[in-house]
């Protein structure tokens, strides 16, 4: 969601700014905004729209620079897109250099009050946002303190998830920062140093983070950073190394991030199976302490896309352990009172490991009565894989899209290499284990062959053109798959899409069938075949216009508007996998022809930091 980049150095540090505010473009913002010291004076400047409209606003101060400055990109809870509402806001005489300017992300859930206390005390607000309680809060505690420990008394007065970086003309060379439930890291460059919401946003500059712990406040100047508790004792923090390159944010000479991370995903798939044979899921899973030989239960918790990777991998697990696996989403579980299950492990998945809700419940799950808590994690330095007791990585690389593609199948490669593994610690036959390692070591050939397959899914794309819904059909394994689907269609074409078991077509959805709704089908051989082949003559018979994707040439002479064939005969591994390809292409092909922004598309982020 929102984005911060903060560099206190040496030199101007103006495009270090813009340059980390394009780098977070992905994470999905309406407005931008930079605030930077100059001649011992806050100069600020915001822009409703894209980081290009706040580069053209700044070049028309063409004498601008600065050594010191905060920068934003907000994604709107509290109050429209704008720029009154855009960051950095401000507190303070900017004439007599009793100004502070921050940027904040998170959700103050007790604003209102804090809104009122500061109005009654002379503040005025011009922003309908949460984060102008907190730079007027600071600065009314500044009055009497330093700025150090205003920042410590504000942060104990407020509710919610936050992130906050600070300029102050009385501190020139410094900038000051501190978290609670959001994510801030530090990054250490020579002769400067920077805060940043991702650290992506800096990987241009460093390779070198603090990561910084809930509580925290730091501050940083071109030489030294220094770290304090909410008591102001200073604190240590590890400093970790970073594997990301600036190579992984660019395009590649393709015309999306979406497009190159599909087209990624053969790769993807060789780096998680790659993990697994060098021991390293192993001896992570051993870190757990966790012997699954007692495990009578697991619980998982996920949020969107991540969710229906989390239904497959149900599936796998009681397949390969015979445990009872149940899947909920995070928002749901961090309320729900359902009563505890003994011998239980819990664990969460998450492309970010930022998502709150997911987040929270695994903060409730620690409390709770479970032999321990593992999280599948794409961001190995992200707060959920800190504070599950172990992290899995899923080794997808950054991805940029807001739309998910290769986390998701990432995700189901972890998924089904774990369960692989912890049938193997439960007495999995060896034969079955071999089996399975050989179906995911053939999948990037398998998927190689998919994505050639690109033209066809193209052509199938163009037979949504005007269309306003979509119903996706899928059974089994592939129910999940159509449910993921159908949030693609729905997140970057605007389509509005809707996945059912074909088994509850007729159940309700089956009303909307008319020869205006297409219905997109995942009919694979198997025992469920003729099932669904029932379920699509009741689609025909209502005039329903039928888009089937089957490894089956014979099944196509139904009289279907159009049939992509997949390689036939996959594994139930293989298969939801295969079948997750060209419906991501067909989404994304659907939202080209539209000419949507594919990469970022409207009113969504990549990491949902609030609930």
């Known amino acids: 969601m929102c984005g911060i980049v903060a560099a206190s150095g040496k030199r101007n540090v103006i495009p270090i700014l813009m340059d980390g505010l394009q780098r977070l473009e992905y994470r999905g913002y309406d407005s931008a905004g930079i605030a930077v010291l100059e001649n011992n004076a806050i100069t600020r400047i915001r822009k409703q729209g894209k980081v290009g409209e706040l580069y053209k606003e700044i070049e028309k101060n063409k004498t601008l620079t600065s050594k010191n400055g905060i920068a934003h990109t907000r994604w709107a809870t509290h109050g429209e897109p704008s720029t009154i509402n855009a960051h950095p806001h401000t507190s303070g005489d900017e004439f007599s250099n009793d100004e502070i300017a921050l940027v904040h992300n998170g959700i103050i859930e007790n604003f209102d009050t804090i809104r009122q206390q500061m109005t009654e005390k002379g ?4 922003s309908k946002t949460d984060s102008e309680t907190i730079v007027h809060l600071i600065h009314h ?47 250490q460059g020579l002769g400067e140093n920077y805060f940043a919401s991702d650290a992506g946003a800096l990987i241009a500059l460093t390779s070198r983070f603090v990561l910084l712990e809930d509580g925290d406040i730091a501050e940083i100047s071109p030489s030294k950073i220094a770290i304090y508790n909410q008591d102001l004792e200073q604190v240590t923090r590890e400093t970790t190394v970073s594997n990301l390159t600036a190579d992984n944010y660019t395009k590649d000479g393709y015309r999306h991030y979406m497009e190159k991370e599909i087209f990624e995903q053969p790769e993807v798939i060789k780096r998680a199976y790659g993990s697994f044979i060098t021991g390293e899921m192993e001896s992570a899973l051993k870190d757990s302490e966790v012997n699954f ?24 697990l009681e397949h390969y352990t015979g445990i009872p696996v149940t899947v909920d989403i995070g928002s749901e579980y961090r309320y729900n009172t359902t009563p505890k299950k003994y011998n239980s492990v819990f664990i969460s998945i998450s492309q970010s490991g930022e998502t709150a809700d997911t987040l929270a419940a695994l903060r409730k799950a620690k409390k709770e009565n479970y032999l321990g808590t593992i999280a599948l994690c794409n961001v190995t330095e992200s707060a959920l894989a800190r504070e599950a007791d172990v992290c899995i990585p899923t080794n997808a690389g950054p991805e940029i899209g807001v739309a998910s593609t290769k986390a998701f ?3 189901l490669v972890t998924l089904a290499l774990f369960g692989v593994l912890v049938g193997d610690q439960i007495g999995l036959d060896s034969k079955q284990q071999k089996i399975s390692l050989r179906d995911i070591k053939e999948l990037p050939e398998i998927i190689e062959h998919v994505l050639g ?13 005007g269309k306003t819904n979509a119903l996706f059909l899928g059974r089994g394994l592939h129910y999940p798959i159509a449910l ?55 689609v025909r018979a209502r005039g329903g216009k039928l888009y089937v994707i089957c490894d089956d040439e014979n099944i196509t002479k139904n009289g279907f508007e159009k049939a992509l064939i997949l390689p036939s005969n996959l594994s139930k591994i293989q298969s939801p996998i295969v079948y997750t ?31």
Not at 141 to 161: N, P, Q, Y
Not at 294 to 310: D, E, F, K, L, P
């Open 484 to 538: 993921e689907g159908a949030l693609k269609m729905k997140e970057i074409s605007y389509i509005h899409a809707e996945a059912y078991p074909a088994g509850e077509l007729k159940h309700g959805p089956l009303a909307l069938v008319d020869e205006n709704m297409p219905v997109i089908a995942i009919a694979p051989s198997g025992e469920l075949l003729k099932k669904i082949m029932s379920n699509l003559e009741e």
């Open 409 to 411: 199948v990432s995700q």
């Open 581 to 611: 390809i060209p419906l991501q292409l067909l989404a994304y092909y659907a939202a080209l022809h539209k000419g949507n922004d594919v990469d970022q598309p409207r009113n969504l982020a990549k990491a949902v930091t609030v609930e």
């Open 123 to 126: 503040y005025t607000f011009t």
């Open 141 to 187: 505690f500044r009055k009497k303190a330093s700025l150090l420990e205003a920042i410590a008394l504000a942060s104990k007065e407020l509710e919610g998830d936050f992130a906050i970086a600070i300029i102050d003309p009385k501190h020139p060379e410094k900038i000051f920062g501190t978290k609670q439930g959001n994510p801030l890291v530090i990054g």
């Open 293 to 316: 030989k007692n495990v009578q239960h697991v619980q998982i918790s996920a949020c969107g896309t991540s969710y229906y990777s989390a239904l497959v991998g149900k599936a796998w």
């Open 453 to 465: 397959m690109a033209g066809e899914i193209e052509e199938m794309a163009w037979e949504l053109n």
